[in-house]
């Protein structure tokens, strides 16, 4: 069962990487980053609470004084790292916007140093400066070269990694009280109700009813989020936390080749050295840490 909780776990992570396929089709539609993200949240939303009442309502019981913490799930990080994500596939590129998204462990390390006085290893250290580098290769400030990214999108697809790092600070928290599907449940309800009110949606229900928006929504709502997190939880079961977050590194490199190959979009070798750099900082970074008694889902 192990070997195949991999392929679960790998799947799922696929799935998170094929988001910018739906992402662009609604931008063809002429929806906005912030309408995207409403679209993504709604419909996981709808989709957990099924999935959740199905297999056991009482995982919905929940003591509102804990609504902080799905305030900093919710909205200061999903709500905050979509838009991010969303708007630097726009400014960027995929794989420009998928590679600095995961720039979250280093930032997460970096917070866990302040909030938890977690020792600063030198394992930690080297994943930190080969994320930077890998960084200033993926921008294209390198020694000869000119940045082809904007300064906008860079700094909007650094903002996706803080939001993502969020994720797991506040989660942290959080599942000292829940389990790991309430949490998720209640982000997504949240980041639902902070974000769909202002996101004007309803005045493009005709657009919305369109076949191929139906299918991007489908893609983005069931198959890049719900579906994608039930196959790396099953996974998870049998797989340590560290491992797992090792074989996730599956989308980054799944976001580029679809970018590459599906969008045409051009990426350079120092680009690619860049990509690569950051992945080996994902590895070096998991690598050892201690197996988590929960997981959080962020994408």
Request: glycine share 8%; with cysteine; proline share 2%.
């Amino acid at each position: 069962m192990k070997k195949w909780a991999y392929v679960f776990i790998a799947l799922g992570a696929a799935l998170w990487g094929l988001i910018a396929i739906f992402v662009e089709g609604l931008y063809e539609h002429g929806f906005t980053p912030l309408q995207v993200v409403a679209i993504r949240v709604m419909t996981a939303t709808v989709l957990l609470l099924i999935v959740v009442l199905v297999k056991n309502p009482r995982l919905l019981r929940i003591d509102w004084r804990d609504s902080l913490y799905f305030v900093g799930t919710g909205i200061l990080s999903i709500v905050f790292f979509n838009w991010c994500l969303f708007t630097a596939i726009q400014e960027t590129s995929i794989a420009v916007a998928a590679i600095l998204l995961y720039t979250a462990p280093a930032i997460v390390t970096l917070l866990s140093r302040v909030l938890f006085k977690e020792w600063l290893t030198l394992r930690k250290m080297i994943a930190l400066f080969l994320t930077l580098i890998g960084c200033v290769f993926v921008i294209g400030l390198v020694p000869g070269g000119t940045s082809s990214v904007s300064i906008y999108g860079v700094i909007v697809g650094l903002g996706s990694g803080v939001g993502y790092a969020l994720y797991s600070i506040f989660g942290k928290y959080a599942l000292v009280k829940y389990s790991s599907l309430t949490v998720t449940v209640y982000t997504f309800v949240f980041a639902a109700v902070a974000i769909v009110p202002f996101s004007g949606l309803w005045r493009h229900l005709d657009v919305l009813l369109r076949g191929e928006v139906l299918l991007n929504t489908v893609g983005i709502g069931f198959f890049s989020t719900v579906l994608a997190y039930l196959l790396y939880t099953v996974g998870l079961q049998f797989v340590e936390t560290s491992r797992a977050s090792i074989t996730a590194t599956v989308e980054p490199v799944v976001a580029t080749i679809i970018g590459v190959f599906m969008f045409q979009e051009p990426l350079s070798n120092w680009q690619l050295g860049g990509i690569i750099l950051v992945l080996s900082a994902v590895m070096i970074v998991q690598e050892k840490r201690k197996v988590q008694s929960q997981h959080l889902i962020t994408q």
